[in-house]
């Protein structure tokens, strides 16, 4: 039974760089396969309706994506947890960490700016983790560069095999529809709405004169580019694109709805089914009978008339059966799941039964951290939930001490979910706080004044380096934090960590010590440490 759940699952993560349409193509994802009847409007903030991924305030009011949102359908069959990511670098952390939860990758990339940075950066981590990727150029309707030119630089940029399975006619003003060339059809393009039109045109055949007909402008140019590309292009290899050595590109555009449903049959018809997965004692496979699971993200006030607090947990193996005890492996406490729930992005259901591959959320009071892993009992611990060291730090004070325990409250539940990072310097006094981006800072002055009631006051700290600090024999590291207890502080989970004003403040006390390790990356609550340096 658990098996035969566990091949109807897909599930993916939606990367990009900022602007390149990633929310607006989740919208149109749910839309075609029935989750939504009407999608929200991306752009125009100003209206009543927006994006159904961006939940938070401050996403609505500005028009970004600043947390992961969660979203579970069911199309051809299939369950497919869809996980939408924020494309701001910024807040890079929160994506790595929904990259650890994913079997595969939807990357989206604008025509008009080919690979951008951030785009990179993320494809990065699905190489490292060789999480197989589809790729699709988005805004065809503008003015953009040549698919070919494209084409070339995805092959160049991300060193992999482009194996195109559709192909626009046109561009800009003169877009008319995607060509399949799997198929051999193309699907006529009508500028799209937010609602969901199934009157769309088919012409087979490339050479139908039908296309050269009513396409004339675009017809021959595109013969020639298809001939070009059906003699050019690799064969597409299943178990290369699984292995991230090819990537099946696609063309559209996700405002006008178009190549989206060929992106959606493309999710289910390749993209793989839940694997096993490594924890520290043995490999996990998904058909296991026993439950087990890693809570990869923590969101608190999802909900803020009731300060409620979830985990999202991706269940690698058994199944999931509402009410059950599951066992806390950091600290062997059992957790009832009376109130586990499934997600469209804000909207939570109350779930009775999941398999590997879904996400489900726990609420909780604090009672669950990133990174930790819930089994029926037996002693797992799953790894790879990065924590970088933040390479920004500003204070933090409150205009009004009658809030302080307010302030408290709120960044110990900001540093929980990852969404900054808060330490408690050695020897007392103001808090700090330590972010990869500016960005992550304003918004978390933003949720401190509305979903905490606290006015925060942030400034820049001395501070410019951090390295999480561990040693084989505990004297010795006791012995390092107290000469060095001015620059020593502790993070959400009590970890040490040496903060550093410049360079070579660090440089210094890595070779003064040499029984101390320092660390750029931590793992989890377990403190699992990977040393990135070099």
Known sequence: MVGQEVARRRTFAIISHPDAGK????????????????????????????????????????????????????????????????????????????????????MV??????????????????????????????????????????????????????????????????F????????????????????????????????????AERFADNAAKVQQEVELIRGASPEFSHAAFLAGQQTPIFFGSAINNFGVREVLEALVDLAPPPGSRNALQRRVQPAESKFSGVVFKIQANMNPAHRDRIAFVRICSGRFERGMNLRIVRNDKDIRTNGVVSFLSQRRDLLDIAYPGDIIGIPNHGTLQLGDTLTEGERLQFTGLPFFAPELFQTVEIADPMRSKQLKLGLAQLGEEGAIQVFRPHWGGTLLLGAVGTLQFEV??????HEYGVDARLAPAKYQL?????????????????????????????????????????????????????????????????????
């Not at 995805?154 to 482009?162: G, N, P, Q, S, Y």
């Not at 937010?194 to 088919?202: A, H």
């Open 23 to 106: 929310t607006t193509l989740t919208e149109k994802l749910l839309l075609f396969a029935g989750a939504i009847h009407i999608a929200g409007s991306v752009k125009a903030r100003k209206a009543s309706r927006h994006a159904t991924s961006d939940w938070m305030e401050i996403e609505k009011q500005r028009g970004i994506s600043v947390a992961s949102s969660v979203m579970q359908m069911e199309y051809r069959d299939c369950v497919i947890n869809l996980l939408d990511t924020p494309g701001h670098q910024d807040f890079s952390e929160d994506t790595y960490r929904v990259l650890t939860a994913v079997d595969a990758a939807l």
């Open 109 to 174: 990339i604008d025509a008009a700016n080919g690979v951008e940075a951030q785009t990179l950066r993320l494809l990065n981590v699905c190489r490292s983790r060789n999480t197989p990727i589809i790729t699709f150029v988005n805004k065809m309707d503008r003015e953009v560069r040549d698919p070919l030119d494209l084409i070339d630089e995805i092959e160049r940029t991300l060193d992999m095999a482009a194996v195109p399975f559709t192909w626009p006619m046109g561009m800009g003003r003169g």
């Open 176 to 211: 008319n529809g995607v060509f399949d060339l799997r198929r051999d059809s193309m699907r006529v393009f009508r500028p799209g709405s937010d609602r969901l039109d199934n009157e769309d045109e088919i012409i087979e055949g490339l050479n139908n004169p039908a296309i």
């Open 444 to 449: 978390v002055a933003h949720r401190l004044k």
């Open 466 to 534: 951090a390295r999480w600090v561990t040693a084989d024999d505990p004297r010795e590291l006791k012995r390092f934090i107290d000469t060095n207890a001015h620059r020593i502080a502790y993070d959400v989970v009590d970890a040490p960590t040496f903060l550093a004003s410049y360079g070579a403040e660090l440089s210094v006390a890595e070779e003064s010590w040499k029984s101390i390790r320092f660390h750029r990356m931590r793992e989890h609550a377990g403190l699992v440490f990977e040393t990135l340096d070099g």
